[in-house]
């Protein structure tokens, strides 16, 4: 969509009480969201709008500045994108409500993973959850699978933490604007700027400047569920926002998974009773990449590969067959100390082995040990 366009969508959704329902009305009526914002008050309800959008145009429309709200972006370095977009995750579209509109900051490549799942539970886990969440989200994010959360204290900050320590792509679905000052929870401000700087990304359908709210937060789950391919359900209580996100990731026919508990724990009767309703069971990383169909072993080095400094790709790509060291430093055109210290870190890493001789070759998927990459 072009900027100016989507500088009066911006300006329509930064109005509270205009939702995506009325966004889709106001586009199909006008045919452009700058024709919409020019409109008058008989235009508004000649367009059959609900009588609470009505309300909120009439009274909150004048207080909006376009142009102002549009330095937001600049001012905090968010991009914007909407259905219509190539980044606009193909998930998402499926859902019965999909956002018109995502603000994000960080890669919009990461909205395009082709694997994304969604880690959720409590904000106050046991040491239970936050060691099993620590151990299947390393082995997802070296597997190359996005793991999606909602940027909240508790298992969402150890879903998003683990990925980055294993160098995988998160993303972070808000409940508020996505500028500093309107994060939620304020304590997770550097989390956000750790995702959004290390090839992930933190998005939401609030504008800038909107703060988190109560009722923001079912709808920022239905995106958590509606990005991802399953949701996983670490440890959560009978009634919580993550058996909300599991439910609404159910009704899009999504996969469900939960880690089962103790029966004297609160904190695990969610994921019990979700399994006690046909979810998956989960008890390493291994269940949910059969289930999604991933080979896990070559998803994890492939996604070693990817993340590799130059110096190991150039080497890694000469090593399909055996290669001394002086033919790999010959073809680089690196130096030895240069070829060694890359051999070092492949060999450290599983993906090459020494032949002897001073001879290398590429390890095949089954001898590359999952636990060093």
Not at 30 to 41: K, L, Q, V
Not at 184 to 212: K, M, W
Not at 346 to 361: A, H, I, P, W
Request: charged share 20%; with cysteine.
């Amino acid at each position: 969509m072009h900027l100016e366009e989507i500088k009066f969508l911006n300006a329509f959704n930064a109005i509270p009480g205009i939702g995506a329902a009325t966004l889709r009305r106001l586009k199909k009526h006008f045919g452009a969201y700058e024709t919409a914002w020019r409109a008058d008050a008989h235009a508004y309800a000649s367009a059959g709008l609900d009588p609470t959008a009505l309300v909120a145009l009439r009274e909150r429309k004048s207080s909006v500045d376009p142009d102002r709200e549009m330095q937001k972006f600049i001012q905090h370095d968010i991009w914007a994108i909407t259905d219509e977009d190539q980044y606009y995750p193909l998930f998402l579209k499926e859902i019965s409500s999909p956002p018109v509109v995502l603000y994000g900051r960080g890669e919009k490549t990461a909205l395009t993973a082709p694997h994304a799942l969604a880690v959720v539970g409590t904000r106050r886990p046991t040491p239970y959850g936050i060691e099993a969440t620590e151990t299947i989200v390393a082995e997802l994010a070296a597997s190359g699978i996005a793991v999606v959360s909602g940027l909240a204290t508790g298992i969402d900050t150890k879903a998003h933490k683990t990925a980055l320590e294993h160098r995988g792509i998160t993303i972070a679905v808000l409940g508020s604007g996505i500028d500093p000052l309107s994060i939620f929870p304020p304590e997770n401000r550097g989390l956000a700027e750790r995702i959004a700087t290390s090839g992930g990304a933190v998005i939401s359908e609030y504008a800038p400047g909107t703060p988190a709210v109560k009722e923001h937060f079912p709808m920022r789950n239905r995106i958590i569920a509606g990005i991802s391919r399953g949701t996983l359900v670490v440890e959560a209580r009978e009634k919580s926002g993550a058996l909300i996100t599991a439910r609404m990731a159910l009704e899009e026919n999504r996969d469900i998974f939960a880690i089962p508990g103790s029966i004297f724990s609160p904190a695990s009767h969610g994921p019990n009773m979700l399994i006690q309703q046909g979810a998956k069971a989960v008890r390493s990383a291994a269940n949910i990449l059969e289930e999604l169909g991933i080979d896990g072993a070559v998803a994890m080095r492939h996604h070693a590969a990817q993340s590799l400094g130059g110096d190991e790709a150039a080497v890694l790509t000469l090593l399909s067959e055996a290669c001394t060291v002086d033919d790999i430093r010959s073809q680089s055109g690196l130096s030895s100390v240069a070829v060694m210290a890359a051999l070092s870190l492949l060999e450290f890493k599983g993906m090459v082995r020494n032949l002897g001789q001073d001879t290398y070759q590429q390890t095949s998927p089954q001898h590359n040990p999952t636990s060093l990459v």
